[in-house]
């Protein structure tokens, strides 16, 4: 190693690259036996760690082999198709070597002239996400780091649009009459999060019940919105799901894009979980009214299978983004710097320096093509609605909801017949899985009961896999049945 600076010498590095891809590689060999889980307590892993503050470096070789050992080969099976919990959809090669790429050549996306070609190519992902969801061209957008950041962005972009007259970017919402914001029961906790972090306050987020098909219920909306009106508060934004994390239900986008206009509201989109899926012909129509949307919040992580992290926030013009987020500072003065045609993403976004998040999107679209990639997500819903007739026609699961966006919810039943004891069965079940291992799958409620939630945004799993997933959880079931028959002897 050269010690006038921090690299390596070419052989040396290019050695180190060889080495690193052969990891790479190695996590794709047999990928269907990969794990879901790796069973070590918290204090082992904390140990693997435990050591003071390196004064000298170590040699690299060797840096990678501890490495292998520690993170990769105990890494979370996100990668196989043995990940049912959360939402893990798996990344992409293509994506790995695009971040590889992007990070060797260190762009940052804050203004034009320091990454020309990947501020281009952001802009590019955006209109053709704009494409893919029915917004118009030149709708604005920016890469965030997914749908938290994706939701908050649109919410942010809201309010300072909505509350512009009272200038409320400078007179902050000291004094002003409460905004109010509603979603339904089943939004993600994120919305919370983002009025908490918008000085709106977690009391003004109107959750409005949902019907039996987790939609939200129009009448109770419509009813909560005149009531704040009649109590001098200021209805400010309804937020649709375009799926939500639970279940995967698509609100009436086209409805509460009605009552939107009907009361001048901002109409906010969740499209995190399964904006996308919108990209399927056959599912289009649910979606009808997301394309009138003031802001839509997607996340490349979910459904364009990309690596960990990737959202967008998109809004009907770049003049939005600017107008919530323009800050001028001597320092990024573009007066001697532009053509008149850059377009300078710190202008247009609360981060300054960034990094192209857009650049493994973009490879990702062009390598695979549009068309095998609505395979992809097709094919999720296809083993969903595979997963979902083997749970119905078994004699010891019960299906408890299902979804056209590759999302279900089960529980196992075995001989057990009251509710009580089957809902808590499923609860304790999960610890076991876990400790188990061969899949990882986790558990929600649902109207406040536990029911078993398996998620199939993963273009790596098969009929195959589906069918392990329920022999795993009736085997440790089963185990479990029997030390609890043992227990009570
Ligand atoms: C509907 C919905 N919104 C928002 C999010 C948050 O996305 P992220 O985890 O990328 O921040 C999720 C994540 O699952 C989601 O399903």
Redesign the pocket.
């Known amino acids: 190693m050269s010690h006038s600076n921090l690299d390596f010498s070419e052989n040396h590095y290019r050695q180190l690259l060889e080495k690193s891809t052969d990891l790479v590689v190695r996590q794709f060999a047999d990928i269907n036996q990969q794990k879901g889980y790796h069973d070590h307590p918290q204090k082992e892993v904390e140990n693997w760690f435990e050591e003071e503050l390196p004064e000298e470096g170590m040699d690299p070789n060797l840096l990678l082999d501890e490495v292998e050992e520690k993170v990769l080969n105990t890494a979370t099976g996100n990668l196989g198709p043995h990940m049912y919990a ?2 893990m959809s798996g990344g992409n090669q293509m994506a790995i070597i695009a971040e590889q790429l992007a990070n060797t050549i260190n762009q940052n996306q804050t203004k034009w002239h320091l990454a020309p070609a990947m501020n281009e190519i952001e802009k590019r992902v955006v209109q053709w996400t704009a494409t893919m969801l029915g917004f118009p061209d030149g709708a604005g957008g920016v890469m965030v ?7 908050l962005t649109g919410m942010t972009v809201g309010r300072n649009l909505f509350f512009e007259k009272e200038e409320v970017r400078k007179t902050g919402l000291f004094g002003k009459k409460p905004f109010v914001v509603y979603a339904s029961e089943e ?5 919370d999060k983002s009025v908490e972090l918008l000085g709106i306050g977690t009391d003004h987020l109107r959750k409005i019940r949902t019907k039996s098909n987790f939609q939200i219920d129009l009448e109770v909306l419509k009813k909560q919105i005149e009531k704040d009106l009649t109590l001098g508060l200021r209805p400010f934004c309804i937020i649709g ?5 639970n279940t995967g239900a698509i609100d009436d986008l086209e409805a509460l894009a009605n009552l939107a206009e009907q009361y001048g509201l901002w109409f906010h989109v ?5 904006g996308l899926a919108a990209i399927l012909e056959d599912l289009k129509p649910q979606y009808k009214g997301m394309e009138r949307a003031d802001s839509i ?1 997607i ?1 490349f ?2 459904w364009l299978y990309q690596p ?2 990737g ?1 967008c926030t998109l809004v009907r013009s770049w003049d939005g983004l600017r107008r919530t987020y323009f800050k001028k500072a001597a320092y990024l003065d573009t007066e001697l710097a532009n053509d008149g045609n850059r377009l300078e993403y710190n202008e247009h976004y609360f981060q300054l320096s960034r990094n192209a998040k857009a650049f493994k999107v973009w490879m990702s679209i062009k390598a695979y093509g549009m068309k095998r990639l609505r395979a992809m997500i097709q094919k999720d819903i296809d083993l969903t609605d595979y997963l979902n007739v083997q749970v119905r026609e078994s004699e010891d699961f019960e299906l408890v909801a299902e979804s056209k966006l590759a999302v279900s919810c089960f529980r196992y039943v075995g001989n057990m017949t009251s509710k009580a004891e089957i809902v808590n069965f499923n609860r304790e079940l999960m610890p076991q899985l876990e400790k188990d291992g061969r899949v990882f799958i986790m558990g929600t409620q649902l109207r406040g009961d536990y029911a078993i939630r398996a998620c199939f945004i993963n273009h790596r799993k098969s009929r195959e896999t589906t069918d392990y997933l329920l022999l795993v959880i009736r085997e440790v079931a089963e185990k479990m049945l029997v030390q609890k028959s043992q227990l009570t002897i």
């Open positions: 959360y939402v780091s997914g749908g938290s950041a994706a939701n939004v993600h906790s994120c919305v799901n375009a799926g939500t994390v969740d499209g995190a979980y399964g919040a996340d992580h979910k960990f992290e959202g």
